[in-house]
Each structure stands twice: as C-alpha cells, then as structure tokens.
T-cell receptor, first 112, second 116 residues
Framework: DIVMTQTPLSSPVTLGQPASISCRSSQSLVHSDGNTYLSWLQQRPGQPPRLLIYKISNRFSGVPDRFSGSGAGTDFTLKISRVEAEDVGVYYC?????????FGQGTRLEIK | EVQLVESGGGLVQPGGSLRLSCAASGFTFSSYAMSWVRQAPGKGLEWVSTITGSGGSTYYADSVKGRFTVSRDNSKNTLFLQMSSLRAEDTAVYYCAKYIRCFDYWGQGTLITVSS
C-alpha cells in the first residue's frame, strides 16, 4: 500500500499570512497513463470533506485561487497564499493512483 | 447540481448487519464510479470501497474485505453498502463520494455505531 505522510500535522497561522502543507508518498504516484492522481481535500469543522485540488495542481470548481497545489513524483505541497478565517479545518492529501486509495493523516489548520 | 444523500445509519450490535444507501442526482449516475469513505469519531478519513459505473468492478479496503459488499442500481441512481459481521472499529460516519480518480462530490454522511 502507498503510505501518505503529511507535515506538519498542525499549523497555526496568522490571518492574511501564507500556509503550506507537505505530503510525501512512499512511492511514485505517476500512473501508467501519465497522470499523477494526487488530490487535496478540505474538511471544515462539522462538515463533509470538500475537494480543493486534483491531479496535483488543478483547482476544483469554486475553489478560491489562494489555494494552489504543486509537486511531482512523491513530493507534493498545498499552499494557501493568504489564510482566511473560513480556511480553518483539516486538510488531507489523497492518492488514487492505485488501490487501495490512501489518505494522509490530515493537517489541522488553525488561526493563531 | 450534484447531490448525494446517504441513509441507513444507526446503532447495531457487534456481529450485526446494516445496509447503507446513497441517492445520487444531478449527474449521469451510471457514467461514474462511486466510493464509500469513512471517518471514525475524531479520526481521519479512510477509503472503504469503490465500484465502477457499470458495477462490473469493485474494490475494497483490506479492513472490510469479505464483510462489506458495494453495489449499485443505476436505474434508481442509488449506491449501496451492505455491511455484515460489524465490529466496534467499524463505528464511523460513512460518506458516499463520486469518484473520478479523486473524490469530487461528497454526501453529508451517515453515522454507524457498532455497540452492544
């Protein structure tokens, strides 16, 4: 199974400041079709998860452009350019390159 | 607008069975794979199962293989998860999600509590 490791697990951030979450996979996420199926979810308190980013860097419909994804192979990053109060929650990276689909442990974003 | 609505959750005794449903609308249901993902209280997300659009292929996490069965009724735009031999560690909110090599839409979830 591919293990997904996120750092940090907790991230206190000042409003208006940037935030960054790292995700590392135990093996390459490049699929035989050439795509890399690494996505990011946001889960606000008491809410179901919501897709932010798919295939490393593609923002999903309705996601603000302050969210961006980058990376390749086994190392990926989610960045928030300027954190807003509504960004509080837990962020997960997910690999869907192969079954079983696996999630990172989650990174809790909180406001200082 | 895509909508996914889970139902069927509740309290069940260890060793018992339960069937979850997920009613889908707002997209061509039969064209998309669907998944179940669960979240134990206070814990992270865990993939449970995925079924292709036709229902011809199914995939399971090792933790549920042999106990859970995913199925779908494309004529009724409904996804199912038949759960048997339930254990305390199956206690979680179960979400259905539309799957296109990522989980692009999620339901609100339904809580399963396995306890005597």
């Amino acid at each position: 199974d591919i293990v997904m490791t996120q750092t940090p697990l907790s991230s206190p951030v000042t409003l208006g400041q940037p935030a960054s979450i790292s995700c590392r996979s135990s093996q390459s996420l490049v699929h035989s079709d050439g795509n890399t199926y690494l996505s990011w979810l946001q889960q606000r308190p008491g809410q179901p998860p919501r897709l932010l980013i798919y295939k490393i860097s593609n923002r999903f419909s309705g996601v603000p452009d302050r969210f961006s994804g980058s990376g390749a192979g086994t190392d990926f990053t989610l960045k928030i350019s300027r954190v807003e109060a509504e960004d509080v929650g837990v962020y997960y990276c997910i690999q869907a390159t192969q079954f079983p689909i696996t999630f990172g442990q989650g990174t809790r974003l909180e406001i200082k | 607008e895509v909508q996914l609505v889970e139902s069927g959750g509740g309290l069940v005794q260890p060793g018992g069975s339960l069937r979850l449903s997920c009613a889908a609308s707002g997209f061509t249901f039969s064209s998309y794979a669907m998944s179940w993902v669960r979240q134990a209280p206070g814990k992270g997300l865990e993939w449970v199962s995925t079924i292709t659009g036709s229902g011809g292929s199914t995939y399971y996490a090792d933790s549920v293989k042999g106990r859970f069965t995913v199925s779908r009724d494309n004529s009724k735009n409904t996804l199912f998860l038949q759960m048997s031999s339930l254990r305390a560690e199956d206690t979680a909110v179960y979400y259905c999600a539309k799957y296109i090599r990522c989980f692009d839409y999620w339901g609100q979830g339904t809580l399963i509590t396995v306890s005597s």
